[in-house]
């Protein structure tokens, strides 16, 4: 590990980093364990590692910890669907039913609420939309899809009813899209931003268009070339004493298993590969993943993307340079919970830092999981920081990535941008 000052960072406020975080979020009971690494110019400077793994089992955190990454499995898809971009098999500016034939007729909800009969499929009416889906609004949640923990409305009401998404769907990825072929959207394309399925969808066009599954498109063309040995949409047997476990907030105070991480659903192969929040991972794995984002598409030599590809993740792809907070309906959840925020290719992106209230770069790319994971990209600082821990509907979440954002750029010493 490089020393800090070589690249313009100060050690002991690396330091106070760790410090923070350990006494206001893992002893004051909000998260289990976590670990933060810091990666800048060419050298991996900090890793800080606090807490448990494993509380129940006294299991101290390990460097090489696995954790399930949820939403931070979506810029991998989008990396891999961005690869076969650049190989011609598909363009953002496709409409989706080019690809998704069943889709061509998909309806904009006009009203309607699923039945409570197990047996009858949901009715609904619906209107045409204003244009047709693209590829792009896969890409930016602009699409008209949703998921379905969403509670809003009678469309994510079906979702939950047809248990859409659902890692053991018989038939997987293939009859996922044949679900919500009978869906209607929730509305017009490219008119709104929700958090949906979309990336999922993106993980099908990868395995239709590459003609192997997605695991197996990930495996070889992604994971194996960047040495991201432990990045999988399951934990297998022998790397189980690795597998965190999972939490949820307790009434009162302190934590509560949610997934027990020896006896976890991600302990056994899923029958749909979740290009939305399937996989497990580790620090070192994911921050592989940000190298290579940073080196322009390459990494020791492995090129996965080229460097034009990459600089895309730092532009806002919303209609008319749009601020994700602005396009979204009403009660939409969302892993950035503050304004200055566009979308690009599967991730957040920094489009006005002032409006963030929050250090940072214009084109610095982002995003996080539901069990309160962070990662960022900063291509104007050379920076990425990686940021893991297990712990599901924590309030403490936004605050927890507003901190650490905070003091990970209060260590710089010099700035590059």
Not at 108 to 114: E, I, K, L, M
Not at 229 to 257: H, I, N, W
Not at 378 to 401: C, H, I, N, S
């Amino acid at each position: 590990m490089a020393k800090a000052e070589s690249v313009g960072l100060s050690k002991p406020r690396l330091e106070r980093l760790d410090r923070v975080m350990k006494e206001r979020y893992v002893d004051a009971g909000h998260l289990p364990g976590l670990i933060t690494q810091v990666y800048r110019k060419g050298e991996i400077v900090h890793t800080g590692l606090t807490g448990h793994m494993d509380i129940e089992r006294d299991k101290p955190m390990r460097e090489d910890a696995i954790f399930r990454i949820y939403s931070m499995t979506k810029p991998i898809t989008a990396v891999a669907l961005m690869m076969l971009v650049e190989e011609g098999l598909l363009g953002l500016d496709d409409a989706v039913h080019t690809h998704i034939p069943s889709w061509k007729r998909m309806g904009v909800y006009a009203s309607g609420v699923p039945t409570l009969l197990a047996d009858q499929p949901p009715q609904f009416m619906t209107t045409q939309p204003e244009r047709p889906m693209k590829v792009v609004d896969l890409v930016t949640h602009t699409s008209g899809l949703t998921y379905g923990f969403m509670m809003r409305t009678s469309v994510d009401a079906a979702y939950r009813k047809l248990k859409v998404n659902d890692f053991q769907t018989p038939g997987g990825l293939d009859t996922f899209v044949e679900q919500l072929a009978g869906l209607p959207l929730e509305f017009s394309p490219g008119t709104q931003w929700n958090y949906s399925v979309s990336i999922d969808v993106m993980g099908y066009l990868v395995q239709k268009l590459s003609g192997m599954s997605f695991g197996e498109f990930l495996r070889t063309r992604l994971f194996e070339p960047l040495g991201m040995t432990d990045t999988a949409f399951f934990c297998p047997p022998e790397k189980l004493d690795r597998f965190t476990s999972c939490y949820q907030p307790k009434p009162g105070g302190g934590l509560k298993v949610q997934d027990d991480g020896q006896a976890s659903t991600y302990a056994k192969r899923p029958s749909l590969e979740s290009g939305g929040g399937g996989l497990v991972s580790t620090t070192h794995d994911y921050m592989r993943f940000c190298r290579m984002m940073l080196g322009k598409g390459t990494l020791d030599g492995v090129q996965i993307l080229s460097p034009k590809t990459v600089e895309l993740f730092s532009l806002n792809f919303l209609p008319e340079n749009k601020e994700l907070a602005s396009m979204a309906p009403p009660g939409a959840f969302s892993e950035a919970g503050y304004s200055g925020i566009g979308f690009s290719i599967g991730c957040g992106v920094n489009i006005d830092v002032a409006k963030t209230r929050l250090p940072g770069s214009l084109g610095e790319y982002f995003w996080g999981g539901a069990a309160s994971t962070a990662f960022w990209i900063d291509p104007k600082e050379d920076l990425a920081v990686v940021f893991m821990t297990q712990v599901m509907g924590t309030d403490a979440r936004l605050t927890l990535r507003r901190d650490l954002r905070t003091l990970a750029y209060s260590a710089m010493t010099e700035s590059y941008a």
